[in-house]
């Protein structure tokens, strides 16, 4: 394990990065951008590991645009690191050796939709938004709601999730099929629009999460779902975190099929009580969607209601109203927000674990008395339904001792989930901030498997290099 | 593509088998069997391939007489074909080069149950019926249910899946974590316990499917369910394949947690009147099953009828009583020994594809047509709400004209589900027999690209040789 992978790693020399530079100009005109400004865009700029600016940015706007530029990288020996909304919290779009981002944001074409098949093509820059936006009329959506209006490349490159995976699945689910542009230049096409296939190694599994080390993404193919008849929704208070967890145990094992079920701390209740205005009582606190027929939705709310005061929880306020249901709701989608309000001028730096959920009140509960015994101030969220929790420390980065404790703060939480058959992240993925972790989560076997298809697949190691095997 | 890949296979030279055997039989006595009557047992015996019987079957009680085994095989550069019930369709168990058999049906340990967690880990040799006989006590059932009682390991190994995949998924999404030997004789852990994970490549994907050209799969973590508090089910007949597809494309588009839905072509209703002797309409048939709550399945039915009725279907015929449900399923349940009955002294050749669901009726129909168009005795069922659909033909294996006919018949078939951006199989496999058709449906691209993969990860070729991709 060499937590120094990072600073240690060697950049590309710059006669090599210019030779590229002046053939993409060539190639690409003003669709490659060196402006500093631009660079310094397209880096890491939501948690405390350094950016890395790469050394020009260029924008394609089609796949034979992006095996273009690979190519031209290759030829040259210089990284290509792919770029969508750089709403990643890892450091996924840095370029510790230097090299060329691969903005997708000029990729939107939404290729085609099925409604009968209920699946939609897209090209990597569409937007989740943007895609339900286009898909609302024909009373179709997509459910991955990882918070950030991500790109559904970026989305497939990290495996995301989010609220409502616990029903709908995270994108290792809901991606049927990707166009992908390999470390040697070409296009291939993994998978097909049948909803299931034996046919051959699963390529479409092997790039999602892969976040760009093994290929771009250029193309999207997603399962997608009836908007449903009806929501109910609501938010439901409990004395403990464990009574929390236990509900929805309870919940999850009655086999009530929720749609979201997700978790906030008492303080980060305080957070949103300050920031939103709201009154709500500052203890742990279970935001509960149902989706489905008026009488489904119905009678999973009452059935989670009498879980909830079996739990020692409730009362259980829900309601299939829209704006009701968005009023209850508010707290919860003001969450990251309030929660850096504590602390202005902090940045927050958002991570993740998740365990399996017999675990999760333990985990939770030893991860706040850390909290406080570490003098640190932070939130926890959770899509509890996952086992996935969040944790937000508010860190004043001006103060290296105070950064250095957040750091081991979050090393104890990877442990921690690590100890309890966890993993060290449910959804924001490895990037170069959880690289030092993967042997310990996956022996060093696993990891050497790892760097193996890593070699196999991009031998001269310029897919995003520097993240998750780091070669 | 070369169709003869599997006649013009090299076979191991005998001296290094010798070597190879005499090893084994000092490290596992009498749980290496060497008579040709195992051996026999040991290869292709449900399908029209030839039988390639390895050279002897070693009989492992742990991992770590897995690893041992492979060990010995790999010194002496001899393959290895892992073997749970054989009940495969495709020559996944044959040894066209030769090589030992790793039989897993010594390995029956139920490691662990977490009901909490929904989750459970068992060796490779448990099937599922075993596992769903030690579940049924706590309430929980593992889903997946592929006809036969394969063993969990073959069925992770050939991401199997069946008749209720369209509510829980397949193998690929059932699959947790994943215990496996390598090439080298080396014992991984893919994955982990907690539902969700961003931490590195998907190893446990990569595994499942395989067929076990990449690895020997000895343990498997998968997902439970909640037995249902209520089940209803029930048959309707449609005026046409047309008309069941219909009213499955409506049925899945409005959201209907359907749990099962199932066609039988006219052919295969009159094959189970004769065999299970019924006195059902000799019609299109789908036969339907709703899990939830009472409550929750009685709308589901009735909303299902509605939907049959507007196709022009029905009336359907449903009940939540275990007997009656029963009784209406039979026909379903003896759909294969019926289909096999139709012609005795025939071999029955099951194969599959599966097709965007909106091509299913087109496909199913031109399917029929060619049936017809080739003398041929053939029967149609389909797990119809995943577009996935078997053919039977009864073959008389003597005639070598009716063979090579079948044969070029199966090729249509696949050839018009792959115009159809379908699969050439959507849960059988590749075994041997449908390698042939993986250049056109992933590119000649994709597929160097599963050689690259299977090079990284066997370079010795001794995994399960002539499968899949065939080094």
Redesign the interface.
Known sequence: MNANIQASFPRVPAEQVKAALTELAATFGNRLVTSQAVRDQHCNTLSWTASQAPDGVVYPQTVEDVSAAVRICVRHGVPVIPFGTGTSFEGHTNAPAGGISIDTSMMKAIVSV??????VTVEAGVTRKELNEHLRDMGLFFPIDPGADASLGGMAS????GTN?VRY??M??NVLALEVV?ASG?????G????????????T??F???EGT?GIITKVTLKL??I??AISGGLCPFPSVEAACQAT?LT????I?VARIELLDAMQVRACNLYSKLSLPETPMLFVEF???E??VR?QSEFFGEIATECGGGPFEWTTKAEERTRLWQARHDAYWAAIALRPGAQGISTDV?????RLAECVAATQEDIAASGLVATIVGHVG???FHVLPLVDMDDPEEVARGKAFVGRLVER?LAM??????????GQM?MK??EA???A???A??R??????DPQNIMNPGK??AL
Chains 1, 2 share one sequence.
């Open positions: 099925h409604p009968e098949d209920l699946d990290t495996r995301a999730s995976a699945g995270t290792r689910e390999t070409e296009v291939i096409h993994t097909r629009r049948a909803r299931k296939s034996s046919a051959g190694y699963d390529l599994r092997l999602v999460g892969a093994l779902h009836g449903p008849q145990i999850i094992q009655s086999g099929p989706h489905g027929t009488a489904g009678e998740c365990v399996p959920i017999s996952d086992g996935n989930a058959e966890g993993t060290c992240t449910g959804e924001h993925g490895v959880k972790y993967l989560e996956h022996g076997e696993g990891l498997l790892m193996a298809l890593k070699k196999a697949l998750i095997v």
